[in-house]
């Protein structure tokens, strides 16, 4: 298997993906109150988080890129992004919450970036 930027992006989605899943889950009540926003909406996200993660690490992996998987990835961190965007007008998160929110969309919207400059740079039999 080839290291390239395709495979190289999933990674660093799935370990950034890991890492905030396990922080929400274990921490997302306490942070609530702080970032003025749900706990059951903070808890619910680092939940979805554990199996997008290990998606994530399937598609990083496996020996022959699955194209169309890589390609669903980058439409979810797209509409991840919008939906981030959405939580700024739904709810009212303190100025820390905004900064949480705005700067996790960026991350994931960096990630979708280098993630479709890497699958069009990727062999078709990547």
Known sequence: MQPTLIRRALLADAILSGAAGIVMIVGGAALAPLLNLPAE???GAGVF?????LALLW???ATQLPRTGAQAVIALNVAWVLASIGVLFVLTPSPFGAAFVIAQAIAVGVLAELQYIGL???PAAA
């Open 41 to 43: 909406l903070l808890v």
């Open 49 to 53: 988080f554990i199996p997008w993660t």
């Open 59 to 61: 598609i990083a992996r």
């Open 120 to 122: 069009k740079r990727a």
